[in-house]
């Protein structure tokens, strides 16, 4: 009869089989850990992408750029990891304004085009990237302090069966604190407002004063910087390689576009649908077959919500 | 004056334009990585009439990082066979006389432009044979066109075996020389329930069946069985799984940039390599180099070869390669079997040449099968029956210097057997005669033993 058991049933049983509460619980709790890094990954794409409107495909280079400065600062000079954050940011934002200013700038209002350039411009800063440090992985030490695990539940031997890592916990606390520090800059500051009203109607801006080339060039700066601190700080946990990038890239826009791209909420709300999702349904099933039930759903969803989750509500 | 209302950059598109536009970038893409990987040659002098030998891994796109390394390798090992260096010493430079020209093509890790390369090689370039290709899909991807073509494709990699063409010379591990020794060792070392993970692909999903029916054989069971999607770098949760399950060991088939993300995860969710060991197949010193050597400490892996093997032969091997390399580059199995094919060719070019014949398929064939080589891991052969390697199988257990200490290891080079001996039982692979290209896979109904290569 085994031979007969259509795909769905075969899955169920499976997630039946090994199904556990406790552990469950575990799983959600570590989903929090990719919630963490869907959100770093994502909110520079937010910033680039969500604001300003620009595609760009070199998003997970930027990231790739993060991580290589905190590899160079860390076997130069020693660096503890957390200090090479700010330096992560400042090297790749440069990275990114002078991008802007050569590459970008040229390209406002032609989408295609600057898909095609930025996607270019990954390709030659991985080369680049190549050229200098080879091909070979390369790997970062994570500080001592951040490292063991916070136990939220143990059972009866005293076994911990809810936990999660100490790192994982630091990734999502730098999430959240980068992503209340660009919202309090976009809608609390006056170079927000600048930032705002430039996307929003270029020609009034200009018009009233502000000096759009400038702010045009400081956000995508900042947007690039974002995707080099988190490159930096998810370098530890994995290895740095030229190639690292191209994995955030995929989840980085399924989290934005999920979200809607208008908001920072958005990406907010997109990375723990996506992160938490992906946990239970690999916890049940298996983790290729999770990823493909939720890129499915995401492309559902973009099918009847195209504007995603969160979206301002525009007059037509 | 009807301008619209928007400005240029931020009402412009739609999303759905974005997907179109996205869909034309990846076509675009595709094209592009066609017309790329442009055939070189290189520009040192190679006198007259060279012998065309095609180079075929990927040096960009995902597998990049490790078949670089085995490009490396091969670069080296025809360096000292044209400038009489290093193995070569004594046998003049070239092949009596001749130099070998590297035609080198670059892949991209995309399975299809290996097809496409791999007839440009032979076609084109009128290439002799093809050394290359790191994983089973490349290798699955370039069959048909060697068998078609009847050229010759040295293949350097520990596989999953089942296989048996005339047209391959397989000089990497065969799952006996693997496999069927690190299960026991494990089995007895560590216990016997068994979590096997592994990338979601053919050779650790094949890697790992064999295991299995070798582990239930010796007694034990296998309490998990969980993939991850290639190159994937996020394992929360195959570790939970892990955690839950609490295994006596873990035998990991991931690969590429997943397993330093892996060991790192591993360690960081609290697991020692005392609690519950990882017994790795494709983990080697490269990966423990990138991942720090302090993750990987304690566990271990089975190989062919490993950096740390004594023989006078790997010691000038290691020196050599970091000549060439630089002094932080670590040498590996798979760069090993590389390096040691490339002499297998070179030998029984060597051979044909000396008794005046001329180098095609046929001659070559004949000539590799039954080369003996004095490589880095000790004195190998090629099997003049299936066309696999005779290897030594060892197990290393990585020391705090990412160097491994070699806690087991066969007498000799163990005879290879394509077919897992478990689950085909009887079945293996001969080639009845040197150019005979019908079936060779043959069903003996016998137990296949275990046999070492004798000492001549």
Redesign the interface.
């Given at each position: 009869m085994y031979f007969y058991l259509s795909p769905v049933y075969y899955l169920a049983q499976e997630a039946a089989e090994?199904f556990?509460v406790v552990?469950l619980a575990?799983?959600l709790v570590?989903?929090i850990?990719?919630v963490g890094?869907l959100l770093l990954t994502g909110l520079g794409l937010a910033i680039t992408f969500g604001v300003?409107?620009?595609?760009n495909?070199a998003h997970g280079e930027f990231i790739m750029l993060g991580a290589y400065t905190t590899f160079v600062l860390q076997s130069a000079f020693n660096l503890d990891l957390l200090l090479t954050i700010p330096f992560a940011f400042i090297i790749t934002a440069a990275i990114g304004a002078l991008v802007e200013i050569s590459i970008i700038r040229r390209l406002?209002?032609r989408?295609?085009e600057t898909?095609?350039a930025t996607?270019g411009l990954s390709i030659v800063l991985q080369g680049v990237i190549?050229l200098i440090f080879?091909?070979?992985?390369?790997?970062v030490?994570?500080p001592s302090y951040i490292?063991?695990?916070l136990t939220l539940l143990k059972d009866a031997q005293g076994t911990?069966t809810v936990?999660i890592?100490y790192?994982?916990l630091f990734i999502v606390i730098v999430a959240l604190a980068l992503l209340a520090l660009t919202g309090y800059l976009l809608y609390r500051t006056n170079l927000g407002r600048q930032v705002r009203a430039?996307?929003?109607?270029?020609?009034m801006a200009q018009c009233l004063g502000v000096n759009t080339s400038l702010v045009d060039m400081a956000t995508f700066a900042y947007g690039c910087g974002l995707a080099g601190v988190a490159g930096a700080v998810i370098s530890?946990?994995?290895?740095v390689?030229p190639?690292?990038g191209?994995?955030y890239l995929v989840d980085a826009w399924m989290t934005v576009?999920t979200g809607g791209v208008d908001r920072l909420v958005g990406v907010l709300a997109g990375a723990f649908l996506i992160g938490e999702s992906n946990?239970t349904i690999?916890?049940l099933l298996?983790?290729?077959t999770?990823?493909v039930i939720v890129l499915f759903a995401v492309i559902i969803l973009?099918r009847y919500k195209?504007?995603g989750l969160f979206s301002i509500q525009k007059r037509g | 004056m009807n301008k619209p209302?928007?400005?240029?950059?931020?009402g412009?598109?739609?999303?759905?334009?974005?997907?179109k536009?996205?869909s034309?970038?990846v076509g675009?893409?595709i094209l592009a990585a066609c017309s790329g990987g442009a055939t070189s040659t290189g520009d040192e002098d190679l006198g007259e009439n060279p012998i065309k030998v095609g180079v075929m891994y990927s040096?960009?796109?995902?597998i990049?990082?490790v078949e670089?390394s085995l490009q490396d390798a091969t670069f080296l090992a025809l360096e000292q066979i044209n400038t009489n260096t290093g193995p070569w010493e004594g046998n003049g430079e070239g092949i009596e006389g001749r130099k070998i020209q590297k035609v080198v093509v670059n892949p991209d890790s995309n399975w299809d432009l290996y097809n496409q390369m791999s007839k440009r090689l032979i076609d084109e370039d009128q290439v002799v044979c093809v050394l290359g290709c790191y994983t089973s899909a490349s290798r699955k991807s370039v069959l048909p066109v060697f068998e078609e073509k009847d050229s010759i494709l040295y293949y350097p990699v520990y596989y999953e075996g089942n296989e048996c063409s005339s047209n391959v010379f397989y000089t990497g591990a065969a799952p006996n020389q693997q496999i069927t020794d690190s299960i026991p060792y494990c089995y007895e070392n560590f216990g016997p329930r068994g979590f096997f993970i592994g990338s979601?692909y053919i050779y650790p999903k094949e890697s790992n069946r064999i295991a299995k029916a070798e582990l239930e054989t010796a007694g034990g069971t296998v309490v998990g069985d969980?993939?991850?999607?290639l190159?994937?770098?996020?394992f929360?949760?195959?570790i939970?799984?892990i955690?839950?399950a609490k295994p006596d060991f873990v035998l990991s088939n991931l690969v590429g940039?997943s397993i330093?993300?892996f060991y790192?995860?591993y360690k960081?969710?609290?697991i020692t390599a005392d609690q519950i060991p990882i017994m790795a197949y494709p983990t080697t010193e490269?990966?423990i180099?990138?991942?720090?050597p302090e993750y990987a400490e304690g566990h271990y892996t089975s190989f062919n070869y490993f950096q740390t093997v004594d023989t006078p032969e790997n010691k000038a091997f290691v020196q050599q390669f970091k000549e060439k390399f630089g002094d932080s580059?670590v040498t590996n199995g798979v760069m090993e079997a590389a390096y040691l094919q490339t002499f297998f060719m070179a030998q029984a070019m060597q051979k044909i040449l000396k008794e005046g014949g001329e180098i095609n398929t046929k001659t070559l064939r004949e000539a590799t099968r039954g080369q003996t080589f004095n490589a880095p891991q000790g004195l190998v052969k090629i099997d003049p029956e299936n066309y696999h390697t005779y290897l030594y199988s060892r197990i290393g257990k990585w020391g705090s210097d990412g160097q491994a200490e070699i806690v087991f290891s066969t007498p000799a080079a163990v005879k290879p057997i394509p077919w897992s001996q478990v689950l085909y039982k009887g079945r293996t692979c001969v080639h009845g005669s040197p150019d005979g290209r019908e079936n060779p896979i043959k069903e003996t109904g016998k137990d296949l033993e275990t046999k070492y290569l004798e000492k001549t």
């Open positions: 090994g556990s552990a575990n799983q570590n989903g850990g990719i890094i300003m409107r620009i595609i495909l406002y209002g989408p295609l898909l095609l996607w190549k080879t091909a070979q992985l390369k790997y030490r994570s490292s063991g695990n911990p936990a890592s790192y994982r430039v996307t929003q109607n270029r020609s530890s946990l994995k290895s390689a190639p690292m191209q994995d576009v946990a690999a916890y298996n983790d290729p999770a990823r973009i195209p504007e | 209302n928007r400005s240029p950059i931020f412009g598109y739609s999303r759905r334009k974005f997907i536009y996205g034309l970038a675009t893409g040096t960009t796109g995902t990049a990082i670089k979601d969980e993939y991850a999607a190159g994937t770098t996020e929360i949760t195959i939970n799984k955690k839950q940039d330093p993300a790192r995860q960081d969710a609290g490269e990966e180099q990138a991942m720090g580059r």
